[in-house]
């Protein structure tokens, strides 16, 4: 019996076939995204429910789009069979793809059961024509048509779970591809099972009183349609959902996460301590048991913060976190408070001889140990231990006295640990007091600078100055450098007071040139944390501009020890300055630890011979001036003139002078003064001239 095709229906059903398996792909990247197990079980079920009705639908809209010279029509029972056989296969695809593994084994079983559940599907539908007489099928084409849905089945699990990520790349376009290759695979298995399809001359069909195709068609075209999309809508709707859901759980967790934890190094931040203290406070009442709080904080770290950059510090703060967790307790907390401070809390502890020996171990390890993070950088910690409760019965005061007393650790000497004592709490207030002293210093001017004269070891000649800085507080009274210059320079208010002296000692330097009165070359100390200012001479070379004058008449003085603390970094600052017209000193030397290689290297106008070795001159006797000598000879040879500091006494004077010192500094010839009476001393020694 002839038959023919309606290839607008063909269409029809190929558009079927590919929204099908589009919906397939869709949903097996919405079942991979729900974590909970009941919910993938009702998305499947759905989902197998969707996907059967648009197989099943695409196989009777293709039946429409065949026509045959007699009237058509299905037996409900076969066609409700072959609807429940397209949901099964659909189900199998479903599990399938959203296995969490799916190994090439399952794969290819999943397909032959997924295949010949189609393909069952189809010859189902086709029995319920009841063809009188029946259907004859050529083998060779109804084998095509298994392997074709054999085949299709395999193709379409492996796309769905390789196109399971919802982050791919242009998902939707690789979907929609895939789902083309789908459909076409799935009609020519249709269309390969009804080329297999022989009717007889004269066959009649014997359900053509039964459901009326064309209305069948139409019904289940409209319906799968519906479905389908109403599938796709629920499913990026769940999709969105489940997106919105996982981003706010995610945002929340990270919300948690800094509130509760340090950003760089993952430790506990400070409010967590403060709950952890609170804590073990409340459990060291109850059991009357106590604690320690070590308060740590890394000696040195701003210099490799300023000198090798932010990101290098973060490197050795990281680095830090991860070895003081190794060197505590289980049990103990270890929390980061901001910059390079950190806290040990250590509960249950027998005695105080337990927490020196925890500090004790913490330095040791730092100093000794072998570290698997490569961290080539070492740095040691200052340590502070307040004890729960003799040092305190809250948060605040445990970790304000632990303060106090890493605050004397590094006055001690730094990698060491000391223990709280009363005495502390007054030298940490007088340290508080004197940084807000700087701070009101430089907005109120209470700063002023004195100048104490250098002479001619040769006679009495006037050779310069040394600027020294004050600060007079209304409530302090007059602070010295000894007691301030420690703690700007630990607070960072160095730097800005560096740059207030070398402005203010140029503006008297003006001054005296204006009254008329001999230009004098004044030194002016430069601190450890101005050498790291990459702006350091640019800016000084602008304040001498603005204060019209010349580079030639200040001299900077760096002390050995800073020196050689970075010699290549000294070497390099030397060299700006001296290509700018300043002139550079070496001060207190002979307290530190010179190389002579690097001292030639230096290259600077003078060596200022500790004040030390000044004294030696009358205690010491004959050694005391064989060291001086020789210091004396070593900077001549150098090319470098001499200061000797501290000369108090005739003695001291008269030996210097037959080394040939070159000038000499101190209270025998002339003490700081401010600068209207070193100015008099100018004119007076002008006018006796």
């Known amino acids: 019996m002839q038959s023919s095709y309606n290839y607008w229906l063909v269409a029809i059903s190929f558009a079927v076939a590919t929204l099908a398996s589009y919906t397939a792909l869709d949903l097996t990247g919405r079942i991979f995204l729900l974590a909970s197990a009941p919910r993938r079980h009702i998305w ?257 770290f701003k210099t490799i913060n300023d000198s090798l950059g932010h990101s290098a510090g973060d490197e050795v703060l990281i680095a830090f976190a991860r070895r003081l967790e190794q060197c505590v307790r289980a049990n103990d907390t270890v929390a980061r408070l901001g910059g390079d401070e950190f806290v040990v809390l250590t509960e249950n502890l027998a005695s105080r001889d337990a927490a020196a020996a925890l500090a004790d171990g913490v330095l040791d390890r730092m100093r000794r140990g072998t570290w698997s993070d490569a961290q080539p950088l070492q740095v040691m910690p200052s340590i502070g231990i307040a004890l729960y409760p003799a040092d305190g019965d809250s948060v605040e005061t445990l970790l304000k006295h632990a303060d106090a007393a890493m605050y004397e650790a590094k006055r001690a000497g730094r990698g060491a640990y000391r223990f709280f004592e009363r005495s502390m709490n007054e030298a940490a207030t007088r340290t508080l007091q004197i940084q807000h002293a700087l701070h009101e210093g430089l907005v109120n001017n209470r700063f002023s600078l004195e100048f104490q004269p250098k002479f001619q070891a040769s006679g009495d000649t006037l050779a310069g100055a040394e600027a020294l800085i004050r600060l007079h507080d209304p409530q302090m009274g007059t602070l010295m450098p000894l007691e301030f210059i420690p703690i700007a320079e630990r607070s960072g208010q160095i730097v800005q007071i560096g740059y207030w002296v070398a402005r203010e000692t140029c503006r008297h330097i003006r001054g005296w040139i204006d009254q008329g009165l001999p230009a ?127 000369v108090e006494t005739q003695s001291q004077l008269d030996q210097l002078r037959s080394m040939m010192c070159d000038e000499i500094q101190g209270f025998l010839l002339g003490k700081p003064v401010n600068a209207d009476d070193f100015g008099a001393m100018l004119r007076g020694r002008m006018m006796a001239a």
């Open 44 to 300: 499947r079920l759905g989902g197998a429910l969707a996907l059967g009705v648009g197989i099943w639908s695409m196989h009777f809209v293709a039946m429409l789009a065949f026509s045959l010279p007699i009237p058509l029509g299905y037996d409900l029972g076969p066609t409700a069979w072959s609807l429940a056989l397209a949901i099964g296969a659909s189900y199998l695809a479903l599990c399938m793809t959203t296995r969490a593994r799916l190994t090439p084994g399952h794969l290819l079983l999943g397909g032959v059961l997924m295949g010949l559940g189609i393909a069952g599907m189809h010859y189902t539908g086709m029995a319920a024509l009841r063809m009188a007489p029946a259907i004859s099928y050529q083998p060779g084409w109804v084998a095509a048509s298994l392997a074709i849905a054999i085949g299709a089945s395999s193709a379409a699990l492996w796309m769905a779970r390789a196109l399971s990520n919802e982050n791919t790349l242009h998902l939707a376009r690789k979907r929609f591809a895939a789902a083309l290759v789908m459909g076409v695979a799935i009609s020519g298995m249709h269309y390969a099972g009804m080329a297999a399809a022989g009717f007889a001359p004269g066959a009649i069909c014997g359900a053509a009183n039964g459901i009326d195709s064309t209305w069948l068609a139409i019904l289940v075209l409209l319906s799968t349609f519906a479905i389908l999309t109403v599938t796709l809508m629920l499913s990026r709707f769940d999709v969105r959902t489940t997106f919105l859901l996982g981003a706010v759980s995610k945002l929340n967790g990270q919300i948690v996460r800094l509130a509760t934890l340090d950003a760089l190094t993952g430790l506990p931040n400070r409010a967590t301590l403060t709950e952890r203290i609170d804590s073990a406070i409340a459990h060291g009442r109850r059991q009357n048991t106590s604690f320690a709080v070590l308060f740590m904080d890394l000696d040195g």
């Open 520 to 646: 004098m070359k004044v030194a002016i100390n430069l601190s450890p944390r101005q050498l790291l200012q990459p702006d350091l001479v640019d800016t000084m070379l602008e304040i001498v501009r603005s204060e019209r004058v010349e580079c030639t008449q200040l001299m900077f003085e760096i002390t050995e020890t800073v020196a050689m603390h970075d010699a290549a970094r000294t070497i390099e600052v030397i060299r700006a300055f001296q290509a700018s017209g300043f002139e550079i000193a070496i001060d207190d030397f002979g307290t530190g630890y010179s190389s002579l290689a690097y001292l030639q290297r230096f290259r600077v106008k003078q060596l200022k011979m500790d004040r030390s070795f000044t004294k030696g001159l009358d205690s010491h006797g004959p050694e005391g001036s064989a060291i001086v000598s020789a210091i004396i000879a070593l900077a001549h040879s150098l090319h470098m003139d001499v200061v000797a500091e501290g």
